[in-house]
């Protein structure tokens, strides 16, 4: 292997990027119709098994050239003393291993393109796990809440106290108000099943809105779960509320935090998959 590289795993960038090297974009004249994967940063190009990828590339503070596949495309990192042939040399070198990465980010935001929610009456949303059916009625306020779950009938039917001409934005809104209210109290339910079981103690639930993370843990026993979660079927959830909370044994991946997941869910790895491959409706 290369002995400067480094490739990061991560599917998406993290939250706080580095500045880029100032360096100029790809002129207009050097743009190729033919590009397959091409970053909307792009200011290298390079070709790899004869396919031209497009990538951001930036200067930064490291001891080794990184790799991250994104949902915009590929960004290489570098340090500064690293030469531009050493950086197409590691290129080369990981070649599969970036085309397949930007193969699977194409594939996944495909999948989630037609997922987006049409807000109006009769639309469909998915709630753990299960399609639910919005019905506007404007003659109830049921319980001054704004909705009502009914899941008597031969389908799951969510009434929303609107009127028939609500905006699709006062649509949404009441939905997601009604949705964080049961992402809330089935977190809460699943945070006191498994805290027992792993022999740790939760002390605050906060929902996250995050767009890339479903969950993180403090060492105060503070858990943030993002409340998209609530679209997922509940052994999803029961996934990453296990995960987080063996967090507050071992603050790491290691094998030891692993083996934690694992006393309280033996087909975490199978559910670990299945949140990668859930498509969660794109909330715009």
């Known amino acids: 292997m290369h002995p400067l590289l480094r490739f990061t795993l991560d599917l998406f960038e993290p939250a706080q990027a580095p500045e880029p090297e100032a360096t100029s974009p790809l002129p207009p004249a050097q743009a190729d119709t033919t590009t397959l994967f091409r970053h909307p940063r792009a200011n290298r190009e390079t070709r790899l098994c004869g396919t031209l990828v497009a990538y951001e590339f930036k ?19 570098a340090p500064q003393w690293v030469t531009l042939r050493e950086v197409e ?25 037609p997922q987006r929610i ?33 899941a008597d009938g031969p389908e799951p039917v969510l009434q929303l106290a609107l009127a028939h001409a609500a905006t699709p934005e006062q649509i949404r809104d009441a939905v997601q108000a009604w949705l964080m209210r049961q992402a809330r109290r089935v977190f809460i339910e699943r945070l006191d099943h498994f805290a027992p ?8 639930l906060t929902l996250s809105n995050a767009g890339t993370r479903w969950g993180s843990a403090s060492i105060d026993g503070s858990i943030r779960l993002n409340w998209r979660l609530i679209h997922l079927q ?51």
């Open 234 to 284: 509940q052994t999803v959830i029961d996934y990453v509320v296990a995960h987080e909370l063996s967090h507050l044994r071992v603050m790491d991946h290691s094998a030891r935090f692993w083996d934690t997941v694992e006393s309280v869910l033996p087909d975490y790895a199978a559910l670990r998959r299945q949140l990668k491959d859930d498509v969660v409706p794109r909330w715009q």
């Open 118 to 150: 049409e807000w109006r009456d009769g639309t469909t949303v998915p709630f753990l796990g299960q399609p639910v059916r919005l019905q506007l009625d404007p003659r109830h306020a049921f319980g001054a809440v704004g909705a009502q779950l009914q």
């Open 197 to 204: 079981q792993l022999q740790v103690q939760w002390r605050r």
């Open 59 to 77: 200067r930064i503070r490291r001891r080794s050239i990184g790799f991250v596949v994104g949902p915009e495309g590929l960004v290489v990192r």
């Open 89 to 113: 040399s590691a290129l080369q070198e990981k070649s599969a291993w970036i085309l397949r990465k930007l193969g699977e980010m194409r594939e996944r935001h495909e999948r989630l393109l």
